[in-house]
């Protein structure tokens, strides 16, 4: 078996722009972009299956198991002069040249369907957990900064540590022969935990950059539980740092 694109529908689409939402730090891709394909009733157009992805299958709520893919959904935008790729999936490649030879695919796509820019979505791990998310990005060198620097995207030196792992870095590293213009932005998250909070910024970002509506309430929801749940694990973790009561202390509990 090799990687390989498996077509459901002719892709259509006018000058798209491609976004990648591929499981990361924080999830924060997979949420930023399935969001969107919800959001914008986007068609699955493709499907992406590839040995480099874990030996896995997926079983579905009838029972029925299917293998782990990259999935590819198209949506037209009314009266917007660019329609949408989303690229999202069940898991990355789980081998150094597996990460390569998917990316590659996903660029062929952008190649074949006069892609006019990408966006890859990521996660940047501080280690803390932050009330007021940032939001770091990277560009290869057709894409100028400035653009995101207007909205609010920082570019900070030494961040991310180490560079960008996996597809949300090779799609904007690996040459394209149309050169197309290409932005990473990378929600900043504890990486300890699904971050719904930093998918909703991204996609307030997205939504400026792309100049359409998005609405992300069902995000603003899920953020709002995840604050609960580590409320409650901050609240936790200071009282089993509170000094404990001696022997001599317990005489005086009534």
């Known amino acids: 078996m090799k990687t390989k694109v498996n077509y459901l529908k002719e892709i259509n689409l006018d000058n798209p722009i491609l976004i990648e939402g591929l499981p990361g730090v924080g999830h924060i891709g997979k949420l930023a972009a399935e969001h969107l394909i919800d959001e914008l009733d986007a068609e699955k157009t493709a499907e992406i299956f590839s040995p480099h992805l874990p ?3 997926i079983v579905n709520d009838d029972g029925v198991a299917r293998l782990v893919r990259i999935e590819i959904y198209t949506a037209k935008i009314q009266d917007h002069e660019n329609d949408l790729i989303l690229v999202v999936g069940d ?4 081998e150094n040249a597996g990460h390569f030879e998917i990316a590659e695919k996903i660029l062929e796509i952008a190649e074949q369907n006069n892609t006019q820019k990408i966006y890859t979505i990521g996660g940047l791990a501080t280690g803390e957990m932050s009330d007021t998310p940032k939001i770091y990005g990277a560009v290869n060198e057709h894409y100028p ?3 995101l620097t207007e909205k609010d995207v920082v570019f900070e030196q030494g961040k991310p540590k180490g560079g960008i792992i996996g597809a949300s870095g090779l799609l904007l590293g690996i040459k394209t022969k149309k050169q197309i213009p ?3 932005l990378m929600g900043e998250t504890s990486g300890y935990i699904v971050d719904p909070a930093s998918a909703q910024k ?7 950059l792309l100049n359409i509506e998005i609405d992300t309430k069902e995000l603003e929801e899920r953020a709002n539980e995840m604050e609960e749940v580590v409320s409650k694990i901050k609240q936790k973790h200071q009282e089993q740092q509170q000094p404990q009561p001696t022997g001599d202390d317990l005489r005086y509990i009534g």
């Open 55 to 57: 030996p896995q299958v």
């Open 91 to 94: 898991h990355q490649s789980v």
């Open 145 to 147: 900064k400035k653009e």
């Open 182 to 184: 290409a932005a990473c």
């Open 202 to 208: 991204i996609l307030r970002t997205i939504s400026k």
